[in-house]
């Protein structure tokens, strides 16, 4: 069975850096693509970064301070958040794609970019 396990959220100042993970069960690699999303309050799940076969890409509001990074070995997918501001705040969720099935959710992690 899938499963997605995020960690890393927290209270960060505006400046602040956070390393979100997710560890993908049974294996990473049987996902083409993984990527990471942002819900804040009453808005709708967008793409913050995503990663395919290697090629990087990223939200225009988070390009130059997010890096996201997958490692196939440790079965895990990262976001390195640097220079948070406020409107980073938001739920945090991991999701992994692969041809002709749904996609997989993390529970998602919570992150606060206090001003």
């Given at each position: ?14 400046g602040g850096s ?95 970019v206090s001003s």
């Amino acid at each position: 069975q899938v499963q997605l396990v995020e960690s890393g959220g927290g209270l960060v100042q505006a400046g602040g850096s956070l390393r979100l993970s997710c560890v993908v069960s049974p294996s990473i690699s049987i996902f083409r693509d993984v990527g990471w999303y942002r819900q804040a309050p009453r808005n709708q799940r967008d793409l913050v970064a995503s990663i395919t076969g290697g090629k990087t890409k990223y939200a225009d509001s988070v390009q130059g301070r997010f890096t996201i990074s997958r490692d196939n070995a440790r079965n895990a997918v990262y976001l390195q958040m640097d220079n948070l501001k406020p409107e980073d705040t938001g739920a945090y969720y991991c999701r992994a794609d692969r041809p002709f099935d749904r996609p997989s959710w993390g529970q998602g992690t919570l992150v606060t970019v206090s001003s």
